[in-house]
């Protein structure tokens, strides 16, 4: 290939990476500005009742037990190559990094095979203390090398087709059918960052008390509101300021919650200014002050390290270290570190060879880290990928599949029963990794018989219609709700035989309904079912 047809695939690459970067903006936007934080709407005018919880839901309660995952994205794409040094080969290494290679000396190994950068010295303690373990060459089939599309892959846990959900949302839609309109008390999950991101996403709803960045969070968890409605200007300007930041302060339905539960601790530890060290600070008091969110997910990065690597890579793997050891030395002080799991997510890994400016390109497997007591020791699972064999896009061959470790993570250490994990996986089986742990207390019960009740909106023809599928004949009643919780129509309420039924929902409303955002909400065999939809 000739100097000018690489000058022009190298711009072509570019322009394809900064529209990718656009889009993830785009679809970030509205998140970002804080509307968007509770993923649930408490309903001011509606009666709401507990519910007769549906069998698959209780079969996820049953199964819960009392231990956290921390998830840690680190946004961009990581190199792992110089992050879990392959030092049997070092030779190999250091050919393909000429310059962005670590020297021998400024390595620490953690056995005769790998090693870790010097300026990560405190993962050795961690590793040292039996809280470490490295899944080799994490990855999945034909890596897809767009950060937007890899990143939802890795949420969906669906690489073949595009899936709307996360693993996570899937997970909770099923335990909270009734989520728009009777959340539970304490919020499912807690993310910070990562605005747009599948992973907390339902068909029904996101299920994440979600953040743009932790100084969101730390206005809620200290003040028990996001924004300011006190100290505003006396005119048009500080009304119309008024209405916004109070609309925006209503979303965040949990926000007495979180600041309950952070006044209720204190932090134990040096954990300095960093961005990662900022947000664990904050979930580990959030974890001592007895919250009981289940899953949280933080944001480092950008590790999008096309040039310059060296430099940015370090900032970023150094407040990753000291993160780490910081909260684990914290919750130690509650006696819960055991009951905490950390996990390191990245869409992909980089390219085993340095491009032309000081960096690396897109690649695939990279390898996942794991932190905490219940790993029951440090060490290595899985097989590091040869260095020096790639695939026809010059990337390692990914040897762990992400979902193994999914997969993992839920059966031995949330002990859900292998065929929920199936169904929250999308009816797929992976592997199960030796981490550490194993569930004693596994809910062995048979739920091959548990049928989900499927409702969606549709829209088509400039209409708006609920199809629902009835998994047996029974009694359904369906209502419509404004976004202020009034009640505005019974669309439905009489006798459904099995099978699939549309609803109409203009034809069945009393009343000439204006355009803009209701809540339906479906009750049948005393189980309630709601979700968002949008009248045109």
Same mark, same amino acid.
């Given at each position: 290939?000739?100097?000018?047809?690489? +000058?022009?695939?190298?711009?072509?690459? +570019?322009?394809?990476?900064?529209?990718?970067?656009?889009?993830?903006?785009?679809?970030?936007?509205?998140?970002?500005?804080?509307?968007?934080?509770?993923?649930?709407?408490?309903?001011?005018?509606?009666?709401?009742?507990?519910?007769?919880?549906?069998?698959?839901?209780?079969?996820?309660?049953?199964?819960?037990?009392?231990?956290?995952?921390?998830?840690?994205?680190?946004?961009?794409?990581?190199?792992?190559?110089?992050?879990?040094?392959?030092?049997?080969?070092?030779?190999?290494?250091?050919?393909?990094?000429?310059?962005?290679?670590?020297?021998?000396?400024?390595?620490?190994?953690?056995?005769?095979?790998?090693?870790?950068?010097?300026?990560?010295?405190?993962?050795? @303690?961690?590793?040292?203390?039996?809280?470490?373990?490295?899944?080799?060459?994490?990855?999945?089939?034909?890596?897809?090398?767009?950060?937007?599309?890899?990143?939802?892959?890795?949420?969906?846990?669906?690489?073949?087709?595009?899936?709307?959900?996360?693993?996570?949302?899937?997970?909770?839609?099923?335990?909270?059918?009734?989520?728009?309109?009777?959340?539970?008390?304490?919020?499912?999950?807690?993310?910070?960052?990562?605005?747009?991101?599948?992973?907390?996403?339902?068909?029904?709803?996101?299920?994440?008390?979600?953040?743009?960045?932790?100084?969101?969070?730390?206005?809620?968890?200290?003040?028990?509101?996001?924004?300011?409605?006190?100290?505003?200007?006396?005119?048009?300007?500080?009304?119309?300021?008024?209405?916004?930041?109070?609309?925006?302060?209503?979303?965040?339905?949990?926000?007495?919650?979180?600041?309950?539960?952070?006044?209720?601790?204190?932090?134990?530890?040096?954990?300095?200014?960093?961005?990662?060290?900022?947000?664990?600070?904050?979930?580990?008091?959030?974890?001592?002050?007895?919250?009981?969110?289940?899953?949280?997910?933080? @944001?480092?990065?950008?590790?999008?390290?096309?040039?310059?690597?060296?430099?940015?890579?370090?900032?970023?793997?150094?407040?990753?270290?000291?993160?780490?050891?910081?909260?684990?030395?914290?919750?130690?002080?509650?006696?819960?570190?055991?009951?905490?799991?950390?996990?390191?997510?990245?869409?992909?890994?980089?390219?085993?060879?340095?491009?032309?400016?000081?960096?690396?390109?897109?690649?695939?497997?990279?390898?996942?880290?794991?932190?905490?007591?219940?790993?029951?020791?440090?060490?290595?699972?899985?097989?590091?990928?040869?260095?020096?064999?790639?695939?026809?896009?010059?990337?390692?061959?990914?040897?762990?599949?992400?979902?193994?470790?999914?997969? @993992?993570?839920?059966?031995?250490?949330?002990?859900?029963?292998?065929?929920?994990?199936?169904?929250?996986?999308?009816?797929?089986?992976?592997?199960?990794?030796?981490?550490?742990?194993?569930?004693?207390?596994?809910?062995?019960?048979?739920?091959?018989?548990?049928?989900?009740?499927?409702?969606?909106?549709?829209?088509?023809?400039?209409?708006?219609?609920?199809?629902?599928?009835?998994?047996?004949?029974?009694?359904? @009643?369906?209502?419509?709700?404004?976004?202020?919780?009034?009640?505005?129509?019974?669309?439905?309420?009489?006798?459904?035989?099995?099978?699939?039924?549309?609803?109409?929902?203009?034809?069945?409303?009393?009343?000439?309904?204006?355009?803009?955002?209701?809540?339906?909400?479906?009750?049948?065999?005393?189980?309630?079912?709601? +979700?968002?939809?949008?009248?045109?």
């Amino acid at each position: 290939m000739g100097n000018k047809d690489k +000058k022009s695939t190298k711009v072509q690459e +570019k322009t394809i990476h900064d529209n990718e970067h656009s889009l993830w903006n785009r679809r970030s936007f509205i998140q970002a500005l804080g509307l968007a934080g509770g993923g649930s709407m408490l309903m001011g005018g509606a009666a709401i009742s507990a519910t007769r919880p549906s069998p698959l839901s209780v079969a996820l309660a049953e199964s819960e037990n009392d231990n956290i995952l921390v998830i840690i994205r680190l946004n961009g794409g990581n190199d792992g190559l110089n992050t879990i040094v392959p030092v049997y080969d070092y030779a190999s290494y250091a050919n393909l990094r000429p310059t962005i290679r670590h020297q021998e000396n400024d390595l620490i190994n953690l056995n005769a095979d790998f090693a870790i950068p010097n300026y990560m010295s405190e993962l050795e @303690t961690v590793w040292g203390d039996g809280k470490m373990k490295v899944v080799h060459g994490v990855g999945y089939p034909e890596q897809n090398l767009s950060h937007f599309r890899s990143t939802d892959i890795w949420a969906s846990a669906a690489d073949n087709f595009v899936e709307p959900t996360g693993w996570w949302g899937r997970y909770f839609e099923d335990l909270y059918p009734d989520y728009i309109i009777n959340p539970p008390e304490i919020p499912p999950a807690i993310q910070i960052g990562s605005v747009g991101n599948l992973i907390f996403d339902g068909n029904n709803s996101n299920y994440a008390f979600s953040v743009a960045n932790p100084d969101q969070l730390q206005n809620v968890a200290e003040n028990g509101v996001l924004h300011d409605v006190v100290n505003l200007p006396d005119c048009v300007y500080g009304d119309k300021l008024l209405f916004m930041r109070a609309t925006a302060n209503t979303t965040f339905t949990y926000s007495q919650t979180i600041n309950d539960a952070y006044l209720a601790a204190t932090n134990n530890a040096n954990y300095g200014n960093g961005e990662l060290a900022v947000q664990l600070a904050m979930v580990a008091r959030l974890i001592k002050g007895g919250l009981g969110t289940k899953v949280y997910m933080v @944001t480092l990065g950008s590790f999008d390290t096309h040039a310059n690597q060296m430099v940015r890579q370090q900032e970023l793997l150094e407040d990753l270290s000291k993160s780490i050891e910081a909260f684990y030395d914290d919750l130690a002080t509650s006696s819960m570190d055991d009951k905490v799991l950390a996990m390191t997510i990245s869409e992909f890994g980089r390219r085993p060879y340095e491009n032309g400016s000081g960096g690396t390109d897109h690649g695939a497997a990279s390898p996942v880290m794991l932190f905490g007591s219940g790993l029951n020791g440090s060490g290595f699972v899985g097989t590091q990928p040869d260095i020096n064999t790639w695939d026809a896009n010059d990337n390692l061959i990914p040897s762990s599949d992400f979902r193994d470790v999914y997969s @993992t993570v839920l059966t031995n250490w949330f002990c859900l029963d292998p065929s929920i994990v199936s169904t929250v996986l999308l009816n797929e089986t992976y592997q199960e990794l030796d981490l550490g742990f194993n569930c004693e207390t596994l809910n062995t019960s048979d739920f091959s018989n548990v049928t989900r009740f499927a409702h969606v909106p549709i829209y088509k023809n400039d209409r708006v219609y609920i199809e629902i599928n009835m998994p047996t004949s029974s009694k359904v @009643t369906i209502k419509l709700y404004d976004m202020m919780g009034r009640e505005i129509a019974t669309l439905a309420n009489n006798f459904f035989i099995e099978g699939r039924h549309s609803i109409d929902i203009k034809a069945n409303s009393s009343q000439t309904l204006s355009f803009g955002q209701y809540i339906y909400r479906i009750n049948t065999n005393g189980q309630y079912y709601s +979700k968002s939809i949008r009248i045109n």
